[in-house]
């Protein structure tokens, strides 16, 4: 079956611009979950949705926000952007708790 | 709260030498434990995992076993190979408080022929 779908791959933004990236999950899970992987701070949890509602938000300032549809498609949303804002942004989903997730490819940001 | 410790890396090796990557971790509940890898380029996959005590993960060669007492879940592999080279990066999910993966800060593995 499909994996976890990511669009687009490559971004490339100007400061205070804002940007939307794309998550499509694992067909039948409804959970999605936003990561962002920088050299500097590694891996950190940006936000969880499950039938279409934040379950979960990591430590990251409102600039950064999220939505899941219906279909359990997800996206995210960064206002204002700033030039830390650049890094790999992963998506994952997951069929159920604790039994950890697939991630998609990454869409690579890069601010300006 | 809760923490992930790997091993430094880069860990460099050559053909058919056994791997050991070292994870230790901190979790305010009962935690599921994961290792994932990322390729150049690519996302993470993931490579294994364990839910309880005592459980080994496998899987292509690579094994973790689940050690409550020392809390660790220290991944090896017997012989690696060239594909093998790549990002290593051990996680866990405390089982009933959310569903967010808490990662280690990653071990690159390099492999020579």
């Known amino acids: 079956k499909a994996g976890v779908t990511q669009t687009p791959r490559y971004l490339i933004k100007t400061r205070g611009q804002q940007v939307t990236l794309s998550c499509s999950p694992i067909?039948?899970?409804?959970?999605v979950s936003w990561y962002q992987q920088t050299p500097g701070q590694g891996l950190q949890f940006l936000f969880e949705?499950?039938?279409?509602?934040?379950?979960n938000k990591g430590n990251f300032p409102g600039r950064f926000s999220g939505r899941q549809f219906s279909n359990s498609r997800s996206e995210m949303n960064v206002s204002t952007l700033e030039l830390g804002d650049s890094a790999l942004y992963l998506c994952?989903?997951?069929?159920?708790?604790?039994?950890?997730?697939?991630f998609g490819s990454g869409t690579r940001l890069t601010v300006v | 709260g809760n923490s992930v410790t790997q091993m430094e890396g880069p860990v460099t090796l050559s053909e058919e030498a056994f791997l050991t990557i070292n994870c230790t971790y901190t979790a305010t509940g009962y935690p599921s434990l994961f290792w994932y890898v990322q390729y150049p380029g690519e996302g993470l996959q993931l490579l294994l995992k364990a839910t309880k005590a005592d459980d080994k993960g496998s899987n292509k060669g690579f094994e973790a076993t689940y050690r409550k007492e020392t809390t660790s879940f220290h991944l090896e592999k017997g012989s690696v190979q060239v594909s093998d080279s790549a990002v290593y990066f051990c996680?866990?999910?405390?089982?009933?408080?959310?569903?967010?993966?808490?990662f280690g800060g990653g071990t690159r593995l390099m492999v020579k022929p």
């Open positions: 994952a989903s997951s069929l159920a708790q604790g039994t950890g997730y697939t």
């Open positions: 949705y499950f039938s279409e509602t934040q379950r």
């Open positions: 996680a866990l999910i405390v089982n009933n408080a959310g569903n967010m993966l808490t």
């Open positions: 067909s039948g899970h409804r959970s």
